[in-house]
């Protein structure tokens, strides 16, 4: 099973970009649904923005920022992005493939990311686990977290300025589709 879950993590930046050219091929958006998609992308990238702002990999156990609320908060901003895309894209297929892809890879990622954490910080994870969610927030955050404030050199440290031109040739795109078809 361990073997099946390093290669699942391993093809999930593999099967990215081919996901996202299969998005594109089979879009058919219209002004409408590219705002309305555009929108809960934004959500998303925000999100993963003020992640990105707060977490220090493998150094220490981030509590402070999103992560007081939700233990995932760069998967759940990939959701919202996620969710921008199936918007914007009115394709059935699109939901198909954007659905498929993190139905198959994200299980996989969060479940090795939950035993990093137990691994790296065995003592302030358990207590951290059973008061933040796993995912979507409930509103009541964990009660340790420290008053740090985003941090600008944590996200240019996590390269997030990617996932920034990345979408912006993706939108580009999804225009470009609109214009000529």
């Known amino acids: 099973m361990e ?18 050219l299969l ?8 002004f409408t649904s ?18 990105s ?3 220090k990999k493998q150094v220490e156990l981030t509590t402070s920022g999103p992560y007081r609320y939700t233990r995932n908060p760069l998967y759940l901003g990939n959701i919202l992005m996620g969710l921008g895309v199936v918007a914007a894209a009115r394709s059935w297929w699109v939901l198909a493939v954007i ?3 993190f139905f198959i890879f994200y299980p996989v990622i969060i479940v090795r990311e939950r035993g990093k954490m137990q691994e ?3 003592e302030q994870y358990p207590e951290y686990a059973a008061q933040v969610p796993l995912l979507f927030p409930t509103g ?5 977290a ?3 404030v985003f941090n600008w050199a944590f996200y240019k440290k996590n390269k997030e300025i990617r996932a920034v031109y990345a979408s912006l040739i993706f939108w580009g795109f999804m225009i470009l589709k609109i214009l000529l078809f």
Do not use: C, D, E
């Not at 998005?23 to 219209?30: E, H, Q, S, Y």
């Open 120 to 122: 790296l910080f065995p």
């Open 146 to 148: 420290p008053p740090r």
């Open 34 to 51: 590219l705002l309305s998609g555009m929108g809960f992308y934004l959500l998303g990238m925000i999100l993963r923005a003020w992640s």
């Open 140 to 144: 009541r955050g964990y009660s340790h």
């Open 23 to 30: 998005t594109i091929l089979l879009a058919k958006p219209n």
């Open 99 to 101: 659905g498929l892809y």
């Open 53 to 55: 702002g707060h977490l």
């Open 3 to 20: 073997r099946i879950m390093q290669i699942l993590n391993r093809w999930r930046v593999r099967a990215g970009l081919p996901s996202v």
